[in-house]
């Protein structure tokens, strides 16, 4: 008797969601399933991943650090360039990825955005009102990107942006303004579209808090209205003078920039500009704490010490040298640190909420107690975690993380929680004893270039692990062969969650040889 054929599987051809990545493929195998997935990846530059930060504490920061421009500043004057009629150069732009981002916005919108040296240059008119969905959900600055297209185009079309998990970012204030102005705002799960059937007016606006965010989103969107814009309770940060600063230099007409009212003047057109953006006040607080953290004596040049002045009064508090010039400020600490109390977060000038994490790094090392209450985010202390794990004896009540003195700081594994919880671990990683490693350092890269090689600059003992594949070049997003259907806010979880996949089957010894060269070739 012969063998009967085998039946045969019936091929299921339903298409199914990815519940990793959001990337609609057809039912497949689980081996066939993560190939697909690592395809994807590998398309998009998802398995050029970051390297680990590997730190021996216990040594004094000593040298002169120069402070870079602001990337609060940079990212919205490169939304503004979208409002010029001519080349937009903004100079001395450091190389962080929410500038990256930012230009791949530009270049969403059709316009011309390129790095030439240490410069940006922007130009060209937009033409298309709808932005790259992975850029913009990534970052949280997207969302000023909208009213230069409202005003340019008449519509503008995004995803809710991203952006740190620090707590509640809404865009009320954003949306309210735009509305009193002219703007019809209609929002369809994750996207948002914008359109001004008969264009920008000026508007009497009063917000309830004073957002930065909003306040930048409103100067945009008032700077080429129709007629007169007043922005009462205004944010005063000096990143709003630099945004007013630049809009008159190429013609616009603003007045009282850093105070809580501001009058815009809607003008016809707006031209290009060349444009220095001021320095990072942030950037220069994280220098000064990892300086009194580890101890020694640290320069920060070309950055104004009253950019960042509640930084060094604390740090004055709490027994370190301060001295301060006009452009700059040196930070010592060879002793003992003190307790500073109870220290609050503000609007400008007080304390900036981004700073909270760093100083909350140098109180591991004090005697005494200390505390520091975030009022503006929530969930500012995603570090604390890790604050512990290298011996810290800290606790979190609500937006209010608390330091007691008697800890050992020992290195340990640590996970950066989002961009300046990222730089405070690094801080509390230089004062501890022993070797530590930092995990999802991209965090960190959205707001400070070079981080490693500065502190190794300073004498600090910190190398970056460079991982393979990091040289890869990350490549255009080809539809024929995969659908999009992102839903996160936070991508970078998505990407982390798929490498995760690629990594276990990747040891299984489930796959064979050949896939692996099918994979790579």
Same mark, same amino acid.
């Given at each position: *008797? ?35 997935? *690592? ?8 398995? %050029? *991943? ?10 004094? +920061? ?15 004057? +490169?939304?503004?360039?979208?409002? =010029? ?7 001395? &732009? ?44 990534? *970052? ?18 995004? !995803? ?23 703007? %019809? ?33 409103? /100067? ?29 230099? %190429? ?10 009212? !501001? ?9 290009? %500009? ?14 000064? =704490? ?32 301060? !001295? ?33 994490? /760093? ?15 975030? &009022? ?6 995603? =570090? ?11 606790? &979190? ?125």
């Amino acid at each position: *008797m012969g063998c009967l054929p085998r039946k045969r599987r019936k091929k299921q051809t339903n298409d199914r969601t990815n519940a990793f990545c959001g990337v609609r493929v057809q039912n497949r195998e689980p081996t066939a399933l993560v190939l697909h997935t *690592m395809g994807y990846l590998w398309q998009n530059g998802g398995l %050029c *991943m970051a390297g680990d930060y590997i730190i021996t504490g216990g040594r004094p +920061l000593n040298g002169t650090v120069r402070v870079p421009a602001a990337k609060n500043s940079v990212l919205p004057l +490169l939304a503004a360039s979208l409002l =010029c009629s001519g080349p937009v150069r903004l100079c001395g &732009v450091p190389e962080l990825a929410d500038v990256a981002e930012s230009l791949a916005l530009l270049r969403s919108a059709g316009c011309t955005a390129e790095r030439q040296g240490a410069d940006v240059r922007v130009d060209g008119v937009p033409g298309s009102g709808t932005l790259a969905a992975g850029p913009a959900g990534r *970052m949280r600055a997207s969302i000023l990107f909208c009213a230069p297209l409202l005003a340019r185009l008449g519509r503008a079309q995004t !995803v809710l942006p991203g952006g740190c998990r620090i707590g509640a970012r809404p865009i009320d204030l954003h949306l309210a303004g735009l509305v009193q102005m002219g703007a %019809c705002p209609q929002l369809e799960g994750e996207r948002l579209l914008l359109t001004a059937p008969a264009g920008l007016h000026g508007a009497d606006i009063t917000l309830r808090f004073p957002s930065v965010g909003a306040t930048e989103t409103l /100067l945009l969107a008032a700077a080429l209205a129709q007629g007169e814009t007043t922005l009462r309770g205004a944010a005063r940060e000096p990143e709003i003078e630099d945004l007013a600063a630049f809009l008159n230099r %190429c013609g616009g007409r603003v007045q009282g920039a850093g105070t809580g009212t !501001v009058r815009v003047q809607g003008v016809r057109r707006l031209h290009g %500009c060349s444009f220095a953006p001021l320095p990072d006040r942030i950037t220069a607080a994280t220098f000064a =704490c990892a300086c009194a953290a580890a101890g020694g004596r640290v320069e920060l040049a070309g950055c104004a010490p009253r950019l960042y002045a509640p930084v060094l009064e604390i740090l004055e508090q709490m027994g370190c040298g301060v !001295v301060r010039r006009s452009d700059a400020a040196v930070i010592t600490r060879f002793g003992r640190l003190y307790g500073p109390g109870r220290v609050f977060t503000g609007a400008y000038p007080a304390l900036a909420t981004d700073a909270a994490p /760093l100083l909350a790094a140098v109180l591991l090392c004090a005697e005494g107690p200390g505390s520091i209450e975030d &009022v503006i985010f929530e969930r500012r202390f995603g =570090c604390a975690a890790g604050f512990a794990a290298l011996g810290g004896r800290v606790r &979190v009540e609500g937006r209010t993380l608390y330091a007691e003195p008697g800890g050992t700081l020992q290195g340990t594994m640590l996970e950066a929680p989002d961009l300046r919880g990222g730089a405070a671990l690094v801080i509390a990683a230089l004062a501890a004893q022993g070797s530590s490693r930092i995990t999802h350092t991209e965090f960190i890269d959205r707001g400070y270039a070079d981080f490693a090689q500065k502190l190794t600059a300073l004498g600090g003992q910190i190398a970056r692990e460079t991982p393979r594949g990091a040289d890869c070049p990350k490549k255009e997003l080809q539809k024929r062969k995969f659908d999009l259907h992102s839903r996160q806010k936070d991508d970078t979880i998505q990407l982390y969650k798929c490498r995760l996949i690629f990594l276990c089957v990747l040891h299984s010894s489930t796959i064979k040889s050949g896939w692996r060269t099918k994979l790579w070739h």
